[in-house]
């Protein structure tokens, strides 16, 4: 057993877990003093995880997987972790965030789509430009603004910062030959934000996600690209979330 309180989205959270690994996962982000939120692991969240890895292997069709104790206990934590905040207007959203003239853009598709792949252009293209997280950032949602959160759970590149940002833009992103990209409104842009946040099973919690994916699409502003893998896709991203400066 191990216990530490790491800082993610504003909220210092205390922490107990099985494995010290799960302590170093969150190294980046550890912090000292009171805690707000306090979350377990235990064992049954662990199996818990596996079994829905499992479910999942098997609708997907694929060879089932295999995940240690250690990598499956991260997952648990961060999903206990997102319920608990999730009453704290913080929701759980997949996606990539870039950075860039201190404001963030989240990218967001469903996995293999070309997220990584578009935000390696920025990387390239766009002077200044870096990933606030690869994978599962944290969107706090406060009462006339968005914050886009880093944490340490990154995607497997392991790109990420420690930072706090304002969301400047949602860009639902799909694969095309040419390069487009159009403002788009909440309605259209609803359900791909609805799949790709964290979605628990309580009545209330679901009300709350709901509520916090309204509050996101009042807030910020909405596109829709479709992109390929050449250098223009980047540029194409910015101007059309920037109005060609961004800053």
Known sequence: MTEFTLSLAGYPIHVEALFESTKRYCSAYL??????????????????????????????GLQPRTFSDAYLETLALYRKIADALLMRDVLLFHGSVMACGGKAYLFTAPSGTGKTTHCRLWLSEIEGSYVLNGD???????????????????????????????????????????????????????????????????????????????????????????????????????????GGCGL
């Open 31 to 60: 912090c000292d003093g009171p805690a707000l939120v306090s979350v377990c692991v235990a064992a049954s969240d662990i199996d818990a995880e596996r079994e829905k890895a499992a479910r999942e292997d098997e609708i997907e």
């Open 136 to 242: 599962k950032p944290l969107l706090r949602v406060e009462s006339d603004r968005v914050l886009a959160c880093g944490t340490p759970w990154q995607g497997k590149e392991k790109l990420g910062r420690n930072e706090i940002l304002p969301l400047s833009a949602v860009c639902i992103l799909s694969r095309d030959t040419k390069n487009h990209i159009e403002a788009v409104s909440f309605h259209d842009a609803m359900p791909a934000l609805f799949s790709q946040s964290n979605r628990p099973r309580r009545p209330e919690a679901i009300r709350k996600t709901l509520e916090l994916i309204d509050r996101l699409g009042r807030h910020t502003r909405l596109y829709s690209l479709g992109c390929n893998t050449e250098p223009e896709a980047a540029h194409v991203s910015f101007r059309g979330m920037t």
